[in-house]
């Protein structure tokens, strides 16, 4: 059974910081893992899906990789700002109908 | 292409009623899975559908439940509703590969 991690649980950054958020995961079968956002209230917007034969994506200032062989995905996050609070979570293939996501690791950017 | 569909956005039920969610997900996606978010918690997984089938179910009372329809539509009904139903109701729609694409949600308060 898949289980995904994210350590920590909260940050708190000044503006302008560059930024790693973590998300472990236990089988290293995983063939794609996705990170989202989700702003208090709202449902999850999808920022990035790493397929395993690509091992990192980018999308602005937003880059995420994947290693399977260390069961670890990191999000990279430049020059912060405070539009970028939120709650990232990250999760697994949604493979056979089983959940795999993280608890989610809420930002908080102050000016 | 449409994105999922979530109705209704927002609901309020009094206790020991009951209330059904709908969920209509991206064209050609055959796969719903349903998720519970209260306050403060990650995300809890309920159920998930796969062409018309029930695949996987997370650990909710049997006053939970939800179907999926020839057109991938699903929805989830909760009976008997008690106080702390009160949540934010997330659906998800998948493909193999393509990871999740999530709705808005809908905003259940019971009282």
């Known amino acids: 059974k898949q289980e995904v991690t994210q350590i920590p649980a909260a940050l708190s950054v000044p503006e302008g910081e560059n930024l790693v958020l973590n998300c472990s995961f236990t089988?290293?079968?995983?063939?794609?893992l996705q990170w989202f956002r989700q702003d208090p209230g709202k449902g999850l917007t999808s920022l990035l899906l790493i397929q395993s034969s690509q091992r990192e994506q980018t999308s602005g200032r937003l880059n995420a990789s994947l290693d399977k062989s260390s069961g670890r995905s990191t999000l990279y996050i430049a020059a912060s700002q405070p539009g970028d609070s939120a709650t990232y979570l990250c999760a697994g293939p949604p493979d056979a109908g089983k959940s795999t996501f993280g608890d989610g690791t809420t930002l908080t950017v102050k000016p | 292409k449409a994105g999922v569909t979530q109705t209704p956005r927002y609901l309020i039920k009094t206790r020991g009623q009951q209330v059904t969610l709908s969920c209509s997900p991206i064209s050609g996606h055959r796969s719903v899975s349903w998720y519970q978010q209260t306050p403060g918690q990650g995300l809890q997984f309920l159920f998930e559908?796969?062409?018309?089938?029930?695949?996987n179910k997370g650990n909710f009372p049997g006053r939970f439940s939800g179907r999926q329809f020839s057109n991938s539509r699903s929805e989830m009904n909760v009976s008997t509703l008690e106080l702390g139903d009160s949540a934010l109701y997330l659906c998800?729609?998948?493909?193999?590969?393509?990871?999740?694409?999530f709705g808005s949600g809908t905003r259940l308060t019971v009282v």
């Open positions: 998800a729609s998948s493909e193999p590969g393509a990871g999740y694409t």
């Open positions: 559908y796969f062409s018309e089938t029930q695949r």
């Open positions: 089988d290293s079968a995983i063939y794609n």
